[in-house]
């Protein structure tokens, strides 16, 4: 089944411990990207992947990192995660450029930071 | 930067009814935009998208309309049901794809 994966899907953490969220995808797509949702903001977009060893920021990369070492996985990773960071967050994929193709959402991760 | 502007916030109808969701964008270079329905619990997930060679786009009860000289473009859902109830994103894409805050429909019966 073609699908993109995240875990953890539930994360509560404390202020400054290192957190890592992954992200994968088995549909060969090369675009790769993560967004965070909070209410009343929609969806923003934290970091984008072009292909592997592709990444450039999004609109609210801010605290947050990305490494795109193989075309399948694209993990988030919060170094000193701060409550401001609790949050919805979803990773996407799609087949070429994610502003003009569908983009495949994985289940989300919900992270609290307390 | 594009900016996406989705009204209303929140919409309730009958169903049987139809919802009428609407967005405007500011970047002229835009050119698809694509709407996504997100049910409790799950990510988004694209219904239906138009680009800006086509001015309307159709898909059984549901159907996109595109303006581009006004830079807006709407959902249309015919009538409604139970199931339709969700949060409804709208987009515009360019450079990179930029998503309106979101729409949460809920249909009674």
């Known amino acids: 089944e073609a699908q993109v994966t995240q875990n953890p899907r539930y994360l509560i953490t404390v202020t400054g411990k290192k957190l890592t969220v992954t992200c994968s995808q088995n549909?060969?797509?090369?675009?790769m990207s993560w967004y965070r949702q909070d209410p009343g903001l929609g969806l923003r977009q934290i970091y984008y992947?072009?292909?592997?060893?592709?990444?450039d920021k999004g609109d609210v990369p801010e605290g947050y990192k990305v490494s795109r070492k193989e075309k399948r996985n694209f993990p988030l990773i919060l170094e000193s995660p701060s409550p401001n960071q609790t949050s919805l967050y979803f990773c996407?994929?799609?087949?070429?450029?994610?502003?003009?193709?569908?983009?495949?959402f994985g289940p989300g991760t919900r992270l609290t930071v307390t | 930067g594009e900016n996406v502007e989705q009204h209303p916030s929140t919409l309730s109808v009958q169903e049987g009814d139809s919802a009428v969701i609407k967005c405007t964008y500011s970047?002229?270079?835009?050119?698809?935009f694509p709407w996504y329905k997100q049910e409790l619990g799950k990510g988004p997930q694209l219904i239906i998208d138009i680009r800006s060679n086509v001015g309307e786009k159709k898909d059984q009860r549901i159907a996109v309309t595109l303006n581009k000289t006004a830079k807006h473009f709407s959902l249309h859902i015919t009538e409604t049901q139970p199931e339709d109830s969700a949060v409804y994103f709208c987009?515009?894409?360019?450079?990179?794809?930029?998503f309106g805050k979101g729409t949460t429909l809920s249909v009674s019966s």
């Open positions: 996407a994929s799609s087949l070429g450029s994610g502003s003009f193709n569908e983009q495949y």
């Open positions: 549909m060969n797509h090369e675009y």
């Open positions: 987009a515009a894409g360019g450079t990179a794809l930029i």
């Open positions: 992947s072009m292909n592997v060893e592709v990444t």
């Open positions: 970047d002229s270079a835009s050119n698809y």
